[in-house]
């Protein structure tokens, strides 16, 4: 378990951003009212048009994709296991992430009185100055924060030695167990990709864009650095999957390549079936 306390962080990231919504009590109750119904629905106001949120939310998007792309799953309060070896690739880029969110955030603060003038318009009668924050930029944020992962040996709590052994036992399992899963997901997102492109080329007139082989040469030069274990399967399968990249269009313009193709991504899979069974869902 040393291994993997040494190897590993536990990094959450968090994005925060303002809804521009605001529940409407009294439009609420109104509408319950006059339909002579109750708690049938909520009234939220949309505070600012859409449009001036959309640079935000695009970013968080990427950063989101980034980030579950570049870490493997861990438990369920938002924790994901980073491996050392990727470490100052993802936190490089996630401070890219964040220079390009605070210079949306300034430009969203600059232009937010006329946002709010925009919408002195739009709402009419529902408008109401004090559902605007004085402080917009408080409620933006972007970062990662991190975590050692739990060490089974590292117990200090005031227990009996027995009860200390079954606490310390219980963590092992449970640290092993996760590890487990974050490996399961490497194997599943090898599995996900190959099952695509040996889909895509076994079509008897294959249609299919440059991104069926460069999602497979991004995989490749990621994987190593989110296996934590060392495992040797994942080794061998990447360099497998690494002799599969060649330029596209060569096998959009042979009917013999592609079907050569498909056959070294068929033997791949087969390969990962002999490794374990692999998610498909």
């Known amino acids: 378990m040393k291994n993997l306390t040494e190897k590993s962080l536990l990094v959450n990231l968090v994005i925060c951003q303002w809804s521009a919504r605001k529940h409407d009590k009294s439009v609420t109750k109104e509408v319950n009212e006059n339909h002579g119904s109750k708690d049938a629905g909520r009234f939220n106001k949309i505070l600012v048009d859409k449009k001036h949120l959309e640079p935000l939310q695009k970013i968080a998007t990427r950063a989101r994709e980034f980030h579950y792309e570049n870490t493997l ?7 994901r296991l980073l491996p050392t070896d990727n470490y100052f690739e993802y936190t490089a880029r996630v401070a890219r992430f964040k220079n390009e969110w605070e210079t949306e955030v300034n430009n969203f603060e600059r232009n937010y009185p006329a946002m709010i003038d925009e919408a002195r318009i739009n709402l009419n ?9 004085r402080h917009i ?8 924060s991190f975590m050692p992962v739990p060490d089974a040996e590292d117990i200090r709590v005031n227990l009996s030695q027995g009860e200390v052994e079954t606490l310390r036992r219980n963590v092992g399992e449970e640290l ?7 490996t399961k997901e490497i194997f599943g997102r090898m599995h996900d990709v190959l099952a695509k492109m040996y889909a895509r080329l076994s079509e008897k007139d294959a249609i299919f864009k440059d991104s069926l082989f460069e999602n497979v040469k991004d995989l490749v030069g990621l994987l190593p650095r989110l ?5 040797p399967a994942i080794s061998e399968l990447c360099k497998d999957m690494e002799q599969l990249y060649i330029d596209p269009q060569r096998v959009r313009n042979s009917k013999k390549l592609r079907e050569e193709k498909a056959e070294e991504v068929d033997q791949i899979l087969k ?3 002999a490794f374990f069974s692999p998610v498909t869902a």
């Open 137 to 144: 930029t408080d409620r933006f944020d972007i970062k990662a």
């Open 271 to 273: 390969k990962m079936d």
């Open 227 to 231: 296996n934590i274990t060392g495992d």
């Open 125 to 133: 009668g529902l408008f109401n100055e004090k559902d605007y924050p």
């Open 176 to 182: 092993q167990n996760r590890l487990a899963e974050a």
């Open 73 to 79: 799953p861990w438990g369920d309060n938002g924790d």
